[in-house]
């Protein structure tokens, strides 16, 4: 069954520094989004991506945070400046049709990312 | 703001019986509903989603809606302990385009052999 993949499953950085989380969809899939879970905390929304473009984003996605599909397989979020509170696991998922035709939503396993 | 609100639990069931997992949402023109299971420092994984009010059954899930009370619930029949983790309700909002999921907190689920 085709899945959605993440790497690295475990990034460490320090405070300041810029990381990239990389994420291959599902290959047929349009929609594509992040989320993030602070450890003990609800999966909250960050990021959606379609036809090329950010179609919403929260409140989180700040400045600070980019996303691109630079080729037709990736999808990568961008964090600049990695602050302490930007620990936590960040999950890539896509979508076929969008939840709004239901369709679910596929996640991939996640990146933990700890800032020091 | 949109909230899906869900009791944090944990809820305990005995191995073999019904366990009874609910949701409430405030946005009334919300139209999907989707029931996510997360094993500890796992991803979410699909367990079913529901669209129509009344009963969808899967295996030994069932997924119930009732918009008009803005309530969604999930049983697992035959419960095991494998089950044991913690269950997220997500919806689809109203708006018009709208098409990122929004999640509860999650009621953390124990089976007790």
């Known amino acids: 069954e085709p899945e959605v993949t993440q790497t690295p499953s475990h990034q460490v950085t320090q405070m300041g520094q810029e990381v990239i989380l990389r994420c291959v969809p599902i290959s047929n899939h349009l929609y594509f989004y992040w989320y993030r879970q602070i450890l003990g905390q609800k999966v909250e929304f960050l990021v959606s991506?379609?036809?090329?473009?950010?179609?919403?984003k929260s409140e989180i996605f700040d400045d600070q945070f980019s996303v691109e599909r630079p080729d037709g397989s990736n999808f990568t979020l961008k964090i600049r400046s990695t602050k302490l509170e930007d620990s936590a696991m960040y999950f890539c998922?896509?979508?076929?049709?969008?939840?709004?035709?239901?369709?679910?939503?596929?996640f991939g396993n996640g990146t933990r990312l700890t800032v020091t | 703001q949109k909230e899906v609100e869900q009791n944090s639990g944990p809820l305990s069931v005995p191995e073999g019986a019904i366990a009874s997992l609910n949701c409430t949402y405030s946005?009334?023109?919300?139209?999907?509903f989707f029931w996510y299971r997360q094993y500890s420092g796992k991803s979410p994984e699909l367990i079913m989603f529901?669209?129509?009010?009344g009963d969808k059954e899967d295996g030994r899930f069932t997924a119930q809606l009732n918009k008009a009370s803005q309530y969604v619930s999930l049983l697992i029949r035959d419960s095991q302990p494998s089950d044991s983790a913690t269950y997220l309700c997500a919806s689809v909002g109203s708006n018009f385009g709208n098409e990122k999921l929004t999640f509860g907190t999650g009621t953390r689920l124990t089976i007790i052999p």
């Open positions: 991506f379609y036809n090329n473009e950010i179609s919403e």
């Open positions: 998922a896509s979508s076929d049709a969008g939840p709004g035709h239901n369709s679910p939503l596929h």
């Open positions: 529901i669209y129509s009010n």
């Open positions: 946005d009334r023109g919300s139209q999907s």
